[in-house]
């Protein structure tokens, strides 16, 4: 499939409906067409894998092109420069979360980004480290808890960044991990405990916020 195809289909599929909901959660895009992330899966299912096509998508700056992305791009295929460059144009937390979830987590650069992006200034590029991690913690199977462990502290200097979508990326991130396994599970809710009484007004949210799936966490146990 084509570009300019791969666009009119996305047009096709595009509802004043969806477009209003861009704005109900929060996610402002440049170049929105107002199509749901249903309808983009169904093409992107039509398209498969094509990463000439993702790249070429990219390009167009179009929010569900992006999104698209995701889903047909070839994680095999996608290096670290390119994850790098996609990361400095990140403009909403759809399109950051949808990435990384879909796609920049199953790379081999995607372990090397986290610590490199959570330095960021940025508030999309910064939230992207955590939204990657919370994703690997999710479906990196072959990862250990020490691998996780190693990032906590990573975690802790970005809990006083009071920018919402930077802090909320942080508690996912947190969350997730503290499923991992017993050990890292003890080791997160430590560290949420010690935020939750610190001075840092986002600090203390975030450790109440990952406290309250952490402790149903361990009760799950």
């Known amino acids: 499939m084509q570009v300019n195809e791969a666009l009119e289909a996305l047009r096709a599929k595009a509802t004043p409906k969806d477009l209003a909901n861009l704005a109900r959660f929060g996610i ?23 990463h000439e096509l993702a ?21 095999g295929a996608v290096s670290a420069a390119q994850m790098d460059r996609w990361c400095r144009e990140f403009d909403n937390w759809g399109v950051v979360d949808t990435l990384c979830f879909k796609l920049f987590d199953r790379t081999q650069a995607a372990w090397t980004m986290v ?13 992207a480290a955590f939204a990657l991690l919370a994703s690997l913690a999710g479906h990196d199977k072959r990862a250990t808890e020490e691998r996780f462990l ?9 809990s006083t960044d009071e920018r919402n979508f ?7 991130a947190l969350r997730r991990m503290g499923s991992r396994g017993p050990k890292l599970h003890q080791a997160c809710v430590k560290l949420a405990r010690e ?5 840092s007004k986002s600090a203390r949210w975030l450790g ?14």
């Open 28 to 50: 402002t895009a440049k170049n929105p067409l107002g199509v749901s992330l249903a309808n983009i899966q169904a093409i992107a299912k039509k398209i498969g894998i094509d």
């Open 55 to 75: 790249l070429a998508l990219w390009r167009t700056e179009i929010y569900e092109a992006r999104l698209l992305c995701a889903f047909i791009d070839d994680a």
């Open 115 to 127: 610590p490199k992006w959570a330095r960021r200034k940025p508030e999309y590029e910064r939230r």
């Open 150 to 158: 190693d990032c906590l502290p990573l975690i802790e200097a970005a």
């Open 166 to 172: 930077v802090i909320k990326g942080v508690s996912w």
């Open 195 to 199: 935020l939750a009484e610190s001075e």
């Open 208 to 221: 109440r916020d990952a406290l309250r799936d952490l402790e149903k966490t361990k009760r799950i146990r």
